[in-house]
């Protein structure tokens, strides 16, 4: 048996081949945030400002990993997301969460998510203005999705230094390629504007795709009133679904999940070949071997190693056990050339 066909069949190996390409995104990713990248942006190359004056804040349904948060703390804040799981209120994305929250929606415990108030925001931006930042970017959630910008832009209004609240109309890791764009602007010396202008082309450019299972948690969570129409049809399908103009619609109808996974697939190629060197992941929700399958065959349309993260909490509280969700984000900085002997889906690239 070949060790791809072993790595599919083996959840650990899976796992453990998850774990090193999750890292080796992360380590790729943050050396792409150099202020020497400056020309791959269209950005001036001359003289700089004092590096890193201009904080991002984002929030938990970024999808970005501890793996890469660590690296960039100081630079770059996520404010949590409120979750309630049959009346227990949790923030942020604890090791504990995506267990206990798959817990419940496979029992049909009400799960419910908030946006955070302005309050919290207001903190977050005093901490940071405190710390002598010049400005702040704030790039969040869909505003379709959530009120989460309502409550940043009501907390920017009284911050007391500038701060740009971008609606980036994505989720997860489209959105949150946008903050790191935005703290790649930063590094190179950019105002608050020329930041948020970098977060806003990436966001715009990107492309959010999901396949479900079933419709039935966002039912439950009104998140398919956008779908007025179809949704009757489609509770009775796998559908793939997108993120245009921050509302979720319909792309396709598939009978079956294996079909949407090829349609998904196949929508990714046409999203990644509109984009010069473009950046993609992969969310689960409970099926890491499936996103692995996914990642595998995604890498070749790829700027670079393809992570399979679980999706947010927030986001899969609405989505559901089972969902494969990929972002599509261009990369504005160079192409990167990695080895691909050494970018394989295999067990022997297993480290853990």
């Not at 090193?20 to 020497?36: M, S």
Request: glycine share 10%; with cysteine.
């Amino acid at each position: 048996m070949d060790s791809a066909a072993h790595s599919r069949q083996d959840p650990e190996s899976d796992q453990g081949s998850a774990a090193a390409h999750r890292r080796r995104w992360a380590e790729e990713t943050v050396a792409a945030l150099t202020p020497r990248r400056g020309e791959a942006l269209g950005l001036s190359t001359g003289p700089r400002r004092r590096r890193g004056r201009v904080a991002v804040v984002t929030d938990t349904s970024c999808g970005l990993p501890v793996e890469l948060l660590g690296p960039l703390a100081g630079q770059l804040t996520v404010v949590p997301l409120p979750l309630m799981i049959g009346g227990q209120i949790h923030s942020g994305d604890g090791e504990e969460l995506p267990r206990e929250l798959a817990l419940a929606v496979a029992s049909g415990t009400s799960v419910t998510t908030s946006r955070p108030s302005p309050g919290v925001f207001s903190a977050v931006y005093s901490d940071l203005r405190d710390r002598g930042v010049d400005g702040i970017v704030s790039v969040h959630l869909a505003g379709p999705l959530s009120g989460t910008v309502e409550s940043a832009q009501m907390a920017a209004a009284e911050a007391g230094i500038p701060v740009e609240v971008v609606d980036s109309q994505q989720a997860g890791l489209a959105l949150g390629q946008a903050a790191l764009d935005a703290a790649a602007g930063s590094r190179l010396g950019l105002d608050v504007h020329g930041c948020a202008d970098l977060a806003r082309r990436s966001a715009s450019a990107a492309s959010s795709l999901f396949a479900v299972p079933n419709l039935e948690q966002l039912r439950r969570g009104g998140r398919i009133s956008a779908l007025a129409g179809f949704a009757g049809s489609l509770l009775q399908v796998r559908p793939l679904l997108s993120l245009q103009d921050g509302e979720i619609v319909a792309v396709e109808r598939p009978r079956t999940m294996a079909r949407a996974a090829e349609a998904l697939h196949r929508r990714v190629e046409e999203a990644a070949a509109g984009l010069r060197a473009p950046s993609i992941g992969v969310h689960v929700f409970g099926n890491e071997s499936e996103g692995v399958d996914l990642a595998r065959r995604l890498r070749p349309l790829s700027n670079r190693t393809v992570p399979v993260l679980e999706v947010p909490a927030v986001l899969g509280a609405h989505l559901g056990l089972g969902v494969l969700a990929v972002s599509v984000s261009p990369s504005l900085g160079p192409e990167r050339k990695t080895d691909p002997q050494a970018d394989q889906w295999s067990e022997a690239s297993s480290t853990d």
